[in-house]
């Protein structure tokens, strides 16, 4: 075999694994985002809750006082 055939080769092997190990990463990073933002988006939600709660005892309360 030819030295530059064996050259072609490792480095077409090597750009390959590049490529795999991008390709790998943007998913993992795409996974992750996605469970991130799912967790924000029930945190926020709660939160909403949360805050209509307040807001109706609030009234309850205001009423209470105006008698």
Do not use: D, H, P
């Amino acid at each position: 075999m030819e030295v530059s055939f064996i050259i072609a080769v490792a480095c077409a092997t090597v750009l390959m694994l590049i490529f795999i190990g991008l390709a790998v990463a943007v998913a993992y990073y795409r996974w992750r985002t996605t469970e991130l933002m799912t967790g924000i988006s029930a945190f926020i939600r709660k939160n909403w809750e949360i805050e209509q709660q307040i807001e109706q005892l609030e009234k309850k309360i205001r009423n209470i006082n105006q008698l």
